[in-house]
């Protein structure tokens, strides 16, 4: 069977200044903004991350959706990033709009991870890698 995981698309109000916060946030670089600036992309590694805004995704889903905002409760969904340096990281999305869900911690299998919203509330997991078991 031909399939992989390619996307994640998330539907948000303003599609340029999303693209901003990532590449400020976590210093991702942009890949794609169409010139109606209701499509971008990010070059996040393997799988592609990209937003496009509300009325593209009206114009998809004609029975509509639910629209992720920081005032509402988050999904049952996250983004998840690794790093070798989870609170440096979570310090400077913090710095470029990012709020914070919960502070780094390690779990018991030896991984840290900490938890961000986005400026659209999109959760944000940012963590170390899991260490092999050797």
């Known amino acids: 069977m031909d399939i992989q995981f390619a996307y994640t698309i998330l ?3 303003d599609v340029p200044k999303t693209l901003d ?4 946030a976590f210093g991702f670089e942009e890949k794609i903004l169409t010139p109606e600036n209701d499509y971008g992309e990010i070059n996040s590694g393997i799988t592609t991350l990209a937003f496009a805004n509300l009325d593209l995704g009206k114009s998809n889903f004609k029975k509509g959706f639910l629209e992720s905002k920081l005032d509402n409760k988050p999904f049952g969904f996250e983004l998840a990033f690794t790093t070798s340096d989870v609170e440096e990281t979570m ?3 913090i710095l470029n709009g990012a709020t914070l ?10 991984q840290k ?6 400026l659209n509330g999109f959760i944000i997991e940012i963590c170390s890698p899991i260490p092999n078991k050797e």
Do not use: C, H, I, M
């Open 101 to 110: 869900l919960s502070e780094a911690a390690t779990k018991p299998w030896g």
């Open 11 to 13: 539907y948000v109000k």
């Open 91 to 93: 310090k400077n999305a």
């Open 21 to 24: 916060f990532y590449k400020q």
């Open 113 to 118: 991870v900490g938890y961000l919203r986005d």
